[in-house]
């Protein structure tokens, strides 16, 4: 039994519809999602970044990649002010020498921190990634002293996951940026050129069906 043409051809337009619509809601992605949904803490990463939406909502890879840097210097300078804190109370011996090594890592952290909008700015993304798997390994670093025997509660725990995973998203924006041309800051232009390629395929569906 033959298919009436005209259902033929509504199989077809719906075929095409779901096809563009699911180009379209590609097309809408933002790069905050693009970021997160690339990270181990996808949660913690949409959430430290909506915390500023006004910055981030219309924000490109680059200047997201400033935010992370600007988040990940203010973690690492405030752990370092609480290990002089804890480290001028302590009275183990143990405690005192792996705070004072954690200050070490930290300090290396911010080193790495500062170098990265260098790194950033001057399109070597290349070193950037470097970098930001530098302050990753810094706070991992710093974690593993309290799990060595004896075993105990690590003080900075907090600032640690922290660091590590803004290190992480870092590192997962330095992968998204291209490593062969320098692309200054981006604002809305990113989601413009997502929103004119959903508008050119919801044209295209429209003509296709009438």
Partial sequence: MAIPIYKSYS????????????GIFFASATPVEDVCHRTHDEAFCRTVLGSDPPRTQTAGLHELGQIVIDMASRIATDAKAKILSLSSSAKDPKLIKDLKMCGVYYGDALTSV???TNYLNRGEYGDLNVNAGAVNGDALNCEALFQEPPTRKSPLTSENDDLERFGEIL???SNLLPSTEYNPPQ????????????????ILFVTLLF
């Fill in 11 to 22: 199989c077809t337009y719906l075929l095409i519809f779901l096809f563009l619509i699911s």
């Fill in 187 to 202: 604002k809305s232009g990113y989601l413009e050129k997502r929103y004119k390629t959903a508008h050119l395929q919801f």
């Fill in 114 to 116: 500062k170098a990265a």
């Fill in 171 to 173: 590192e997962v924006i």
